[in-house]
């Protein structure tokens, strides 16, 4: 069983080989020694495809397809994403982050007990906040 729910831009940040911080990769290495995975939300597939439809990521073969091939990767899972979780989004405690695609992550790392890792600020907000777990990448 995982820990780990990989924010969108931490997606995009390891397949895209960038850097990410000392904290976030001894996480990573250490749940992939384990032999855990870190999950990847559903809901990344999506901000994907919208990033690409809007020009913010060029990618060299179709969205669906590309995220397809990211989630063969070893050490990956999917992370549920159920109606449940989708409920729960609207009614987070605190402030929350008003990106849908944010609430989300961390309404399915609240369900599921993930630390998200994340550059996200409003997310890193919301856990230093006390709302979730949160690894800066």
């Given amino acids: 069983m995982t820990d780990l ?3 969108t831009c931490a ?3 390891l397949a895209g080989k960038q850097p990410m911080s ?4 001894e996480v990573l290495g250490r749940a ?16 994907i495809g919208l990033l690409n439809a809007r020009g913010r990521l060029p990618l060299l073969m179709e969205p669906a397809t590309w995220f397809r091939t990211l989630m063969t990767r070893p050490g990956l899972t999917l992370a549920p994403l159920t109606p ?8 987070l405690p ?15 790392a ?7 890792v994340t550059r996200d ?3 890193l907000d919301y856990a230093d906040a006390g709302h979730l777990e949160a690894i800066a990448c």
């Fill in 5 to 7: 729910l990989l924010d």
């Fill in 11 to 13: 997606v995009l940040w």
């Fill in 22 to 25: 000392a904290a976030s990769l």
């Fill in 32 to 47: 992939r020694l384990q032999g855990e995975a870190a999950a990847v939300s559903p809901i990344s597939a999506w901000e």
């Fill in 84 to 91: 449940d979780i989708l409920v729960q989004s609207s009614f």
């Fill in 94 to 108: 605190g402030e929350p982050p008003r990106d849908p695609a944010d609430r989300i992550i961390a309404a399915t």
């Fill in 110 to 116: 609240r369900a599921s007990g993930y630390r998200v």
């Fill in 121 to 123: 600020r409003l997310l």
